[in-house]
């Protein structure tokens, strides 16, 4: 079983940092351990199981809420309720 916080390592690598899998692996070849990509793999397919439906609903929200107004400067401002900024 891995620990949850070598799970999130792995997790933010590959997606936050845009590490893949098989530099992760070199990685900790290097620092003196072992840790092959089919266990990476089988450590992300899980969560992604867990976390996509959550992920989706997030982007679901996103896409229904208002957009905000740009101004002429490119400042990003909320929308008033005459429209009037």
Same mark, same amino acid.
């Given at each position: 079983?891995?620990?949850?916080?070598?799970?999130?390592?792995?997790? @933010?690598?590959?997606?936050?940092?845009?590490?893949?899998?098989?530099?992760q692996e070199g990685?900790?070849?290097r620092?003196?351990?072992?840790l092959p990509r089919s266990t990476l793999c089988g450590w992300l397919d899980p969560t992604e199981k867990v976390l996509g439906p959550i992920v989706d609903a997030m982007f679901?929200?996103?896409?229904k809420a208002p957009k905000p107004r740009r101004r002429c400067d490119g400042? @990003?401002?909320?929308?008033s309720q005459e429209g009037r900024v």
């Open positions: 079983m891995a620990d949850p916080s070598a799970i999130a390592h792995a997790i @933010v690598s590959k997606y936050d940092d845009l590490l893949p899998l098989h530099r990685i900790s070849r620092d003196g351990f072992t679901h929200d996103a896409k400042r @990003v401002g909320p929308r």
